[in-house]
């Protein structure tokens, strides 16, 4: 059993990427459809209407809220990737490096 990890880091930043732009589709798509049913509601009379209206707004604020953290998770996930990235180019030209140039004796 190997003990080595392989990571795809163009897949990852590719990824990331295609995820931040849906969850930002999505959080588009769901701030619209609050508006039309919020304009459809304001129309009508009513405490259920209001109390309606007041839970979709608590929902919007927790997709909005929840949208953040993904991004935020997505943004360190990028930027664990990059780093690891660096630090194994980094030590893959020291190893390189190392056996251009044994050392004498």
């Known amino acids: 059993m190997s003990q080595e990890i392989k990571i795809n880091y163009q897949e990852v930043y590719t990824k990331t990427a295609e995820l931040r732009r849906r969850i930002q589709s999505e959080l588009q798509?769901?701030?619209?459809?609050?508006?039309?049913?919020?304009?459809?509601?304001?129309?009508?009379?009513?405490?259920?209407?209001?109390a309606y209206m007041e839970s979709m707004y608590d929902n919007c604020v927790k997709a909005q809220a929840t949208a953040e953290t993904l991004t935020k998770?997505?943004?360190?996930?990028?930027?664990?990737?990059?780093?690891?990235?660096?630090?194994?180019?980094?030590?893959?030209?020291?190893?390189?490096?190392?056996?251009?140039?044994?050392?004498?004796?």
């Open 29 to 50: 798509e769901m701030e619209g459809t609050y508006r039309q049913a919020n304009a459809l509601l304001q129309q009508m009379d009513g405490s259920t209407n209001a």
């Open 73 to 105: 998770l997505l943004s360190f996930i990028e930027a664990s990737a990059r780093h690891v990235e660096r630090e194994e180019s980094m030590l893959a030209d020291v190893y390189k490096r190392a056996r251009v140039y044994p050392k004498r004796r």
